[in-house]
């Protein structure tokens, strides 16, 4: 198959040798990196295919579809609940390749950008014009734009400019069948449903992206920080409610837990509450002083602010998995979300949960995007064994604890990281039999013979 889609490309667009192989084998996903650890990896594609062009990803799709033939589309990697997990049959459609700034427009405040552009190189062009896209999730020097929309991401700033959805303009993108369509035209319309939501969040099984087009913002004229420390988590949260259902919209907003707090720093006494205020001069002050008042009139301590400093500086780290595996310590982080009434509920049961788990050394959660309805909880556990061949056990305890405890509130079973491979048992839970057995009937018109991502977003029928 390789050599007749070499045929088909053109002479260095597909690659088979085993090092380009084994690099594409699997994305971020911490049981991923369970199984390279004990010896049991993912197996190589067939080929990997970077493609040069749009034409390249319309020529790959048509043949794979004619053939039967699984492809796996790969941005940078990042992803991080098993989105892209190979096998021998398929073709790796790796985008990186397409890398490309379209344009940058200062008037209309848009900028376009091939879908496997890296994440900071893209804000970073258009920071030349002293405008910014205003997503920055952690993974953001290490993620492509195209998925960011295909697992409809959220950026530490989302409390004021909105998640994945709020920023796209434009989606370009070639459907299993080689075709290209451009979704998204106006600044806004009224012209039957909009198809951009399609491909947000669509993790590679309707198409791939092969181009996004952002709506800017101008980059803002100024910032201020602020921190307090809340004495539980339930003061905290009434605290932000109070905030975001006042009018005011913190582009930060973020909520440690007592043991997160103290890991953040050493002079945590409560769960620390971290906020960015930025934009016109005269809107930060009063926004920031606002905030001040509120936190004073509920005894809401002031934190040092040079907390919020070190976070901003430290803030995209992303950690090995490998130095955790080595001393036998499996962990993951999972994302949900929640209304203002059942959030407190979720934040007990699953740290208790996860807690009750053989060897836990923590358990864990923060609150980093804010609604006027509610907001995410981001759950960190880390259980240690001396039993290897226990570890992919112990890690799908962690993440079933916090699933259940979220859906027995009512609760959103996926904020920002999407469905993958480990929360397709959920799906019915979040989208209703009947939303599951809509989407599927979307799969087969879009994709009657199944190539596109096979075993991601869908549970098994």
């Known amino acids: 198959m390789p050599e007749t889609l070499a045929r088909v490309l053109g002479e260095g667009t597909v690659l088979t040798d085993a090092a380009s192989l084994a690099a594409r084998r699997h994305d971020y996903w911490m049981l991923s990196h369970v199984r390279d650890h004990l010896g049991a990896s993912a197996p190589s594609p067939a080929c990997v295919v970077r493609p040069g062009g749009v034409e390249d990803v319309q020529a790959t799709l048509r043949f794979a579809s004619a053939a039967g033939v699984p492809v796996i589309p790969f941005g940078l990697g990042s992803g991080v609940v098993g989105g892209v997990v190979a096998r021998p049959d398929a073709i790796v459609l790796d985008m990186g390749s397409m890398n490309r700034t379209r344009f940058v427009d200062p008037v209309n405040l848009q900028a376009s950008f091939d879908a496997g552009k890296n994440g900071l190189e893209a804000e970073q062009a258009v920071a030349e014009e002293g405008l910014t896209i205003g997503h920055w999730p952690q993974s953001v020097g290490v993620s492509s734009v195209g998925g960011w929309v295909a697992t409809r991401a959220s950026g530490q700033f989302s409390t004021a400019y909105g998640n994945i959805e709020d920023i796209v303009h434009t989606i370009e993108a070639v459907l299993p069948n080689g075709e290209l369509v451009i979704l998204g035209k106006g600044p806004r319309a009224s012209a039957g449903p909009d198809l951009r939501h399609l491909m947000l969040g669509s993790e590679g099984t309707l198409g791939v992206i092969t181009g996004v087009t952002f709506s800017l913002r101008r980059a803002p004229e100024t910032r201020t920080v602020s921190a307090f420390q809340a004495g539980g988590m339930r003061a905290g949260f009434e605290f932000q409610r109070e905030i975001i259902q006042s009018g005011w919209r913190p582009p930060v907003v973020r909520q440690y837990d007592e043991r997160e707090s103290l890991r953040l720093d050493a002079r945590a006494t409560a769960c620390l509450i971290l906020m960015v205020h930025e934009g016109p001069a005269a809107v930060v002050a009063a926004e920031t002083a606002a905030v001040g008042e509120l936190a004073a009139k509920m005894n809401i301590p002031a934190a040092p602010p040079d907390i919020v400093d070190h976070w901003l500086e430290q803030r995209n780290h992303v950690p090995s998995w490998e130095m955790f595996l080595q001393r036998g310590i499996v962990l993951d982080t999972v994302e949900v979300s929640a209304g203002w009434g059942a959030i407190g509920a979720i934040y007990d049961d699953a740290t208790a949960a996860l807690k009750a788990i053989p060897g836990c050394l923590a358990g864990s959660a ?96």
């Open 366 to 461: 923060h609150s980093s995007h804010a609604y006027r309805g509610g907001l995410n909880l981001y759950f960190t556990f880390a259980v240690q064994t001396d039993e290897p061949g226990a570890m992919e056990a112990i890690y799908l305890d962690g993440w079933r604890g916090i699933m259940e405890a979220t859906d027995r509130h009512g609760g959103g079973l996926a904020h920002h990281h999407g469905i993958g491979r480990v929360r397709r048992a959920w799906l019915e839970r979040e989208l209703s039999a009947g939303g599951v057995a809509l989407l599927r009937r979307l799969k087969h018109a879009l994709d009657p013979a199944g190539i596109m991502n096979p075993g991601v977003l869908l549970p098994d029928a």
